[in-house]
C-alpha cells in the first residue's frame, strides 16, 4: 500500500506554550486512522498542521511524498481535503452549489464548471444520500445534513487524503452510524486515506483501521483500536477508572467509564471542598480571637488567608 500520510517528529508550540511535540504517524490508501485523545490533546492542531493552516516549527509532513509546505493553496486542495468541526457554509447556497465548491481546484480561470465537474457531483450527492436535497437551501437543513454537505464537499476534491475533525459532533446515533459507514465504503471503493478525529471512543474500533492516542501533544499509544484502546491506557490518557470490554458481536473495544468509582471521586471532591470550607472559618475565627476588631459579618466564604489577616 503507498503511504499517502507521513508526519515525523512534528513539533507546534503557540504564545511560548507547546502543543504538538514530536508526533509521527503514517497512514496508507485503504486505511482510517482515528485520532483519540483527551480536550486540549491536540487533535485539531495536528489537522490544522497536516493540511498547511498552521506550519510546524519542527519536523516534516508529507502527502503523496510531497512536502506540504512546498504547496501552493490549489496545489494542496487537491491532495487533501478536509471536513472541519465547524461548520461554516453559505445559508443561501443550495446543496449543489456547496458541494461545488468542492471542484474549485479543478476549475478554469473563469470558474465555471466543466460536464466533468457536473458529474462528480452528482455521483457524490448520490453517495452521500443529499440528491433530492440538491435544490435545498444549506440554511433550511438539519444539522446532520449539514454534516453530509460538507462530506461532501470534501469527496468532490477527488483528493487521496481526507482529513476529519469531530464529523459525528452533535450528530445523533442514526447519523453518525451513516456518516461513518460512508467514509468506510468510499474508503473501500476509492483507496482514501482518512485521518479521523474522534471523541466517540466506541466508534473507532467499528469503523477505524489504526487508532492514535494523543495526550498533552504528544503520542501514548499507536497500533490497532485493541491495542492502544486499553485499560492502562484510557486511564492514563483520561484520568478517569474505566472498563474495557468486548463487543458482544464484532469484539471490537467498549469503553464504559467506572460509574462506582467516579461516584467516589465526586464524593471525595466534595468532602474535600467541605474540610477546605471549615478550616478556613477554624482560620477566621483563630484571627478574631487575636484581633477583636475583626466582625464575622464583614466577610463572605470562602475566605483567603490574606483577607482575614487583613
Known amino acids: 500500500m503507498r503511504t499517502m500520510l507521513n508526519v515525523e517528529k512534528v513539533c507546534f508550540s503557540y504564545n511560548g506554550k507547546e502543543i504538538l511535540h514530536e508526533v509521527s504517524l503514517q497512514i496508507h490508501s485503504g486505511e482510517v486512522l482515528a485520532v483519540v485523545g483527551p480536550n486540549g490533546a491536540g487533535k485539531t492542531t495536528l489537522i490544522r498542521a497536516i493540511s498547511g493552516v498552521l506550519s510546524p516549527q519542527k519536523g516534516l509532513i508529507q502527502v503523496a511524498g510531497m512536502d506540504i509546505t512546498k504547496l501552493n493553496p490549489m496545489q494542496r486542495a487537491r491532495h487533501l481535503a478536509v471536513v472541519p468541526q465547524a461548520r461554516e457554509l453559505p445559508s443561501t447556497f443550495t446543496v449543489f452549489q456547496t458541494v461545488m465548491l468542492g471542484r474549485t481546484p479543478y476549475l478554469g480561470w473563469l470558474g465555471k464548471a466543466a460536464p466533468k465537474d457536473e458529474q462528480i457531483v452528482q455521483r457524490v450527492l448520490r453517495s452521500t444520500q443529499l440528491e433530492d436535497l440538491a435544490e435545498r ?22 483528493t487521496p487524503l481526507l482529513l476529519l475533525d469531530e464529523p459525528t459532533a452533535h450528530l445523533d446515533l442514526q447519523h453518525q452510524s451513516h456518516l461513518l459507514s460512508l467514509v468506510r465504503q ?24 489504526r487508532a492514535l492516542l494523543l ?41 464504559l467509564p467506572d460509574g462506582n468509582k467516579l461516584a467516589q471521586r465526586i464524593e471525595n471532591s466534595n468532602l474535600e471542598s467541605e474540610h477546605h470550607h471549615f478550616l478556613q472559618i477554624d482560620q477566621l475565627v483563630e484571627a478574631m480571637e487575636t484581633e477583636d476588631e475583626i466582625l464575622l ?7 483567603s488567608s490574606k483577607e482575614i489577616k487583613g
Open 297 to 303: 459579618g464583614n466577610y463572605h466564604f470562602p475566605l
Open 186 to 209: 468510499t474508503v473501500a471503493q476509492c483507496g482514501l486515506a482518512v485521518l479521523l478525529a474522534i471523541h466517540d471512543l466506541n466508534l473507532v474500533g467499528l469503523y477505524a483501521d
Open 137 to 158: 437551501q444549506i440554511g433550511e437543513l438539519s444539522g446532520g445534513e449539514q454534516q453530509r454537505v460538507l462530506l461532501a464537499r470534501a469527496l468532490a476534491q477527488n
Open 215 to 255: 495526550v498533552n501533544g504528544e503520542v501514548l499509544s499507536m497500533g490497532t483500536p485493541a491495542e492502544v484502546l486499553t485499560k492502562s491506557n484510557l486511564e492514563r490518557a483520561y484520568q478517569v477508572s474505566v472498563e474495557v470490554i468486548p463487543h458482544p458481536k464484532y469484539g471490537t473495544p467498549l469503553i
